[in-house]
């Protein structure tokens, strides 16, 4: 984590869950927010890799809490949710940031390819914050962020189940932030651009791809999955009390580029 930047005394103690946190920009998130000492829970399907980042922050405050699930099973994962909730306390702080940008055509698309791709990125958004909004309303509100991508607004090829549905969580952000505000709860989407991950570095990056994306960026530099978790601390945080509804980009200016150049 990147030294000097803000630390937010309204996360401490605060109950944070974090979907698919064993990995990637999850990952980043569950060390940021166990760095602002908030009592962390997060899931994942990889138990190697949850375990391996619970060793890993050993030594914190509140050591993160790892459970098991996968989110394409709503019954379990609910009911993973409301243990949490009734062992750490009132889950405030919910992200749904599980997800796969497995590439695929619409020739080789079938109808349960596609219902697992909107299993896997939207489904589960919509379920989790089912099962922990009536304990945040409770606790007098709370905050929520939905991972979407600029995959969407680019238009990118060949994601079509990923990119429809991370479009329906720009949708569904704002729609429940009306539906919930009058419960203070704040309902935002956080937008990541090209993110470099180990995941990416194994599967797609290389000299011309970190030169294309440059190319259409503002800024001239490679994002990280820092740069997207240190955007949700804020947004979870009591600095942010006047914020609902928006998308949150986090991409360099990429999808700017992308649609006015």
Known sequence: MRANTASFPSLRDRVVFISGGGSGIGAALVEHFVAQHAKVAFSDIDKAAGEALIT????????????ISDVRDIAGYQAALKTIAATLGPITVLINNAGNDQRHSLEELTPDYWD??????????????????????ASGGGSIINLGSVSWMRGRANLIGYTTSKAAISGLSRTLARELGDKNIRVNALVPGA???????????????????????????????GHVARTALFLASDDADGITGQNIIVDAGLAQVSVSG
């Open 56 to 67: 890993k922050l050993a030594g914190a405050t509140h050591k993160p809490t790892f459970v």
């Open 116 to 137: 697992n791709c909107l299993a896997v990125n939207l489904k589960h958004h919509v379920f989790a914050i089912q099962a922990v909004a009536p304990g945040m309303a």
């Open 195 to 225: 993110i470099v991950t180990d995941r990416q570095q194994a599967l797609w990056r290389d000299a011309d791809t970190d030169r294309q994306f440059l190319d259409f960026q503002c800024l001239k530099y490679r994002l990280d999955a």
